[in-house]
């Protein structure tokens, strides 16, 4: 078992987090700009810090102004929802126009999207045809639709949802569930992923779930292709914590079960509550609910962001307004105020893990730094007041060393 000190924690995040980089300072015509001041000013994490994004709106008000405002300060990454029965109403008329919409949105604030989720069976809409060959067929196409039409704004995608046990009953007993277990559970989940593929070969693809014991990793396992390649680019790890915090230590085991799959890791839905209740019967905020939150949030997020294999951390519903089951499960309260979790959360992605430094360059024009992952401005400051600017995107394992001609 790993060691989860809160020293141990910081020491490998300064370990797998930052790393050394060199900016090279030339002018115009690549000559070295010696005893030049270098400052770097992170702008964007590597590390994908994300949330849902199901309370944006078109609606211009305050609180929705607030909403984006709180959104933005903290995270690069938003999940857009695309539950079929909900994202097409109607046999034919998909909510395309919307998605567009917030693509506008976030295309402007440079937050990455990813659509969740193709193909899941919870709920089904009025007009499913009870063929469930016709209806298979459909769901292909909606799958290659947006996956296509997206290129660009959306390539992410968590392609099929919870298919550890996709036929449990209740909500999940439909039409679109008889057509999967028809179709075989392994054999369409393999299915969709093709489509999603052919749809976008350069997307980035999801398997996603809640269940993550011994029946993920054989699904995991057994989603390849006749070659024994991985069907998926990315393994979703689903973390609701309603009744409680998982302790630490098992979330550290989650992370090392999956890792052993050699990609990434994307823990995709994240609760934490800061209220009393249960199942759909959940009462509102309370300030001993919420600095327990808060706590529990913070933990988990330095856990996870220290393990080499955690590419991103969502957070499921960013205010309490309307998120699942009615539960006081955000970040913000319902009237868009800040909750302890919030402000704990900002600070570490704002400040503790971020890098704003100034160096020296040297005889060679070269200026040594060290830094989180993530995306930077650079000025060159020359001894006689000239100024040079450039971005650099650094990543771990890609070259260090970027130059920045004035």
Known sequence: MSDMSAGAMKARVEEHRKGDLRIVALTADGKPIPNATVRLEQ??????????????????????????????????????????????????????????????????????????????????????????????????????????????????WDVVNEATDPFRGDNFDNLLADAWEEYGRVEFTKHCFGIARRANPAATLLINDYRLGEDYEQLIEELVDGDGK??????????????????????WDTCERHSRFGVPLHFTETTFVSGPGKWEEWQETTPEGEAQQAEDAEAFYRALFSHPAVEALTWWDFSDLNAWQRAPSGLLRKDMSPKPAYDRLARLITEEWHTTTEAQSDADGVAAARGFYGDYDVTVTGTNGSRARGTVSFRRGDDATFEVRG
């Open 230 to 251: 991985p069907l998926y680019d990315v393994i979703g790890l689903q973390t609701h914590q309603h009744s409680g915090a998982t302790p630490l230590d098992r979330v």
């Open 43 to 156: 702008t964007s994490h590597a590390f994908r810090f994300g949330c849902n994004l199901f309370g944006w709106s078109e609606e211009e008000s305050d609180a929705q102004a607030l909403y984006r405002e709180r959104f933005r300060a903290v995270h690069n990454f938003a999940t857009l929802g695309f539950y079929w029965s909900s994202y097409e109403p109607e046999r034919g008329k998909p909510r395309h126009a919307h998605v567009d919409k917030v693509l506008e949105w976030t295309e402007s604030v440079g937050i990455e999207c990813k659509g969740h989720p193709l193909v899941w069976n919870h709920s089904a809409s009025p007009w499913y045809p009870t063929d469930l060959a016709e209806l298979r067929r459909l769901s292909d196409e909606r799958v290659e639709d947006c996956v296509s039409r997206f290129v660009g704004g959306i390539d992410m």
